[in-house]
């Protein structure tokens, strides 16, 4: 399945984060600003960490910052947020973090498929470290094999 679009709406380069809650609103503000989520999406994703905890932290320096489907979907969207300065999350091995995605889907079925799209772009162990020192939406697309908008573009593709 390919990547949703990752339009420049969506990106947000270098945030200044406080807290891993900061850096997961980071994201947030990009899937809202791309029309993907709605603000309340960002409170449900926070709220995830806290019942779950840091199993986000899918990689070292990576959190994949997601809910399930719900109302506050609009459509399947990305967002990449890469951090000023690293946060911690909690997690025993992969803190801190450098880069949050945001992951909105609006069903089961988008969800697994997205999040399996992902995890091929992260197959290739430096891609976390190019997203984070990526400086433009176009390097952060570049690293990803993603696209500004449309359908996407295969993530087993992008990455060679």
Known sequence: MPLPPLPDEAV???ADA???RAAVRAAGRGLVRSGAARADYTDRMI??????GAYVVIAP???LAHARP???VRHAGLSVATLAT???FGHPHNDPVRVVIGLAVASVDEHVAGVASLANVFNDPAAVGRLAAATTPDEVRAAL???ATGAGTDASEAVS
């Open 86 to 88: 690293p946060v911690a």
């Open 12 to 14: 947000v380069v270098r």
């Open 18 to 20: 406080a807290d891993w």
């Open 47 to 52: 709220a995830v960490i806290e019942e779950f």
């Open 61 to 63: 320096g990576l959190a």
């Open 145 to 147: 094999g993603a696209v």
């Open 70 to 72: 719900g109302p506050d």
